[in-house]
């Protein structure tokens, strides 16, 4: 039975519609691309085209789709496989795990310093150096925890991969990091950074006396019921873990695949988680919900959720909005992840190994795809294809929604 549950009653019929609606779909023939599907319903007719056609284009072996509303779950099924292989596992919405990626930046670290701004333990408006003290003296001692979150700091994107290999440890990581210097000055514009992420996953360490996977774990996942969400999965689990590489011609799965993070030992605050489909969509409603835990509690105040995910950045010209550790609308993407039809006060996250999420609360709506599109691609620009898959998803889920 799925874990996929709403956050009322309900859960019988839930899980008789996961049941029929959850399971492999077969690998397609070839044929040609597909754009919004005709059914204008959160059915397979709507929604297995799409996913299904990023398969056949060699975008991703597997998929994982979770379409739902704060209170229910419209629509849910895994398609596909863990790899290119037939005989390897199934793709499901609530066993098979996916590496976040950069989705760790809104699962993890950002409703880990929601926690701690409402405790008065962080400000947004304080700079970095107030607790990381390292920074002090250096070019990034007036950087804002807000200004990070926004990702308008002004440090570059990330560390170059061979300035990242030539450092030993996390300790050199961690030391690398904190001695960059923003390229721009800082609330200039947007310039979306690992290092921003990796910044304020020190700060939750710091404030919160402990590293962000325990904090995260204990004061975020727990309350959520998000029981297939954690950082550095053990052994036992890889089998049901999606792959991102391949080493000496094997899968290699449960390792994060961010460089960053790795040398970090897995824990980082912009890259590191691994979850289902089913967790990240119970994430989802809890951010709809308006900070809400599944049994009615509020985990934050509605008011906090509103203003990390109300824009905090948006420079027009084409470019990308932000919100507090959340992107917003517009995208700044020629082909915009969130498609063309979600609100303007729709926000997201994307992660470089195939995951997303997209929510729009002025629908009531959210979307969450998980493949690994990291793992060995078949079509010559993989990116591409997720990205135009993500963007027709978004389109139909918010067309499903419109007609109801």
């Known amino acids: 039975m799925s874990r996929v549950q709403p956050a009322d009653s309900g859960h019988l019929v839930l899980a008789v519609f996961l049941l029929l609606q959850t399971g492999s779909a077969a690998t397609p023939g070839p044929g040609p691309g597909v754009g919004l599907p005709r059914s204008a319903a959160f059915d397979a007719a709507a929604f297995d085209p799409l996913v299904l056609d990023g398969i056949r284009q060699g975008g991703y072996p597997g998929a994982a789709l979770v379409i739902g509303r704060r209170d229910t779950i419209l629509f849910a099924k895994g398609y596909g496989h863990l790899t290119w292989s037939s005989l390897s596992p199934a793709v499901t919405v609530d066993s098979t795990l996916y590496d976040l990626a950069s989705l760790t930046k809104v699962i993890a670290t950002t409703p880990a310093l929601m926690i701690l701004v409402e405790r008065g333990t962080v400000r947004l408006d304080a700079p970095v150096a107030t607790y990381i003290r390292e920074l002090d003296g250096t070019g990034a001692a007036g950087v804002t925890v807000h200004q990070l979150l ?11 991969d061979h300035e990242l290999k030539a450092l030993p440890d996390s300790a050199a990581v961690m030391r690398r990091v904190l001695s960059e210097t923003p390229r721009v000055p800082p609330g ?75 040398k970090l030992r897995g824990v980082s605050g912009n890259a590191g988680l691994f979850a289902t489909a089913a967790d990240v969509a119970r994430f989802a409603q809890f951010m709809l919900s308006g900070g809400a835990r599944p049994n009615g509690r509020r985990l934050v105040r509605a008011e906090t959720v509103r ?51 997209w929510i729009d609360p002025d629908r009531d709506l959210f979307v969450v795809l998980l493949t690994n599109r990291a793992y060995a691609p078949r079509a010559r620009r993989p990116f591409t294809v997720l990205k135009t898959v993500r963007g027709r998803l978004a389109d139909a889920a918010a067309q499903a929604s419109d007609a109801r």
């Open 188 to 262: 200039t514009r947007v310039i979306y950074s690992d290092l921003n992420a990796i910044l304020l996953g020190e700060v939750v360490r710091r404030a919160a006396g402990e590293p962000l996977d325990r904090f995260a774990a204990r004061e975020v996942f727990a309350p959520l019921d998000l029981r297939e969400t954690l950082f550095r999965p053990p052994a036992r689990l890889r089998s049901r873990i999606a792959p991102t590489g391949v080493w000496h011609g094997h899968p290699v799965a449960g390792v994060v695949n961010d460089g960053s993070a790795f």
């Open 150 to 160: 926004a990702h308008i700091s002004g440090l570059r994107a990330d560390i170059p």
């Open 307 to 357: 203003l990390f995910t109300s824009k905090a950045a948006d420079f027009g010209h084409g470019t990308e909005a932000r919100a507090l550790g959340w992107q917003a609308v517009p995208t700044g993407e020629k082909e915009s992840s969130a498609g063309t039809r979600f609100g303007p006060r729709s926000y997201g996250h994307t992660g470089w190994t195939g995951t997303s999420l």
